[in-house]
């Protein structure tokens, strides 16, 4: 039978999974925050920024509503839940899809109204609107003559 994982010529399996340690390791410890896009990145996050609000939207296949939390803050979005896997009805050839808790958690660019962020769930997907609060504005202070 042939071997279905795919091997680079003159690599070693141990050397490559030392680096992709490595890789993983700096990337958790260095760039928590910053948007991550292809392999490992889970749930997969769009961020909008419209006219009144910002829009998230996180595909969850296979996920159920029932095991997504969403918490925001001032500034700070997280994503949380569980990955249930059904159990395997026979001998596994292939296995890509995984189970397990995953947390993904972004900075926000404007703060927003905690209190008045909305979520849905549907086909797999999670759509979060969070309304922006308003703009800060600045005031001139008239400065009155103190006494001595």
Same mark, same amino acid.
């Given at each position: 039978m042939r071997d279905l994982v795919r091997? /680079?010529?003159g690599t070693s399996g141990d050397l490559d999974r030392v680096r992709s340690g490595f890789d993983h390791f700096l990337a958790d410890a260095f760039f928590r925050n910053w948007p991550v896009s292809g392999d490992g990145a889970f749930p997969q996050v769009?961020?909008?920024d419209t006219?009144? +609000?910002l829009v998230a939207m $996180? +595909? !969850? &296949?296979?996920v159920g509503i029932e095991d997504v939390e969403v918490t $925001? /803050? /001032?500034d700070t979005l997280t994503i949380s839940g569980e990955i249930k896997m059904e159990p395997a009805e026979g001998e596994v050839l292939w296995q890509e899809r995984t189970g397990g808790k995953f947390y993904r958690s972004f900075?926000? &660019?404007?703060p927003i109204k905690a209190n008045d962020v909305d979520a849905s769930f549907k086909d797999g997907v !999670?759509?979060?609107e969070m309304p922006k609060t308003d703009e800060i504005r600045s005031r001139t202070v008239k400065i009155k003559e103190g006494k001595k």
């Amino acid at each position: 039978m042939r071997d279905l994982v795919r091997r /680079n010529a003159g690599t070693s399996g141990d050397l490559d999974r030392v680096r992709s340690g490595f890789d993983h390791f700096l990337a958790d410890a260095f760039f928590r925050n910053w948007p991550v896009s292809g392999d490992g990145a889970f749930p997969q996050v769009d961020l909008y920024d419209t006219e009144g +609000s910002l829009v998230a939207m $996180a +595909s !969850l &296949p296979g996920v159920g509503i029932e095991d997504v939390e969403v918490t $925001a /803050n /001032n500034d700070t979005l997280t994503i949380s839940g569980e990955i249930k896997m059904e159990p395997a009805e026979g001998e596994v050839l292939w296995q890509e899809r995984t189970g397990g808790k995953f947390y993904r958690s972004f900075k926000l &660019p404007v703060p927003i109204k905690a209190n008045d962020v909305d979520a849905s769930f549907k086909d797999g997907v !999670l759509r979060i609107e969070m309304p922006k609060t308003d703009e800060i504005r600045s005031r001139t202070v008239k400065i009155k003559e103190g006494k001595k």
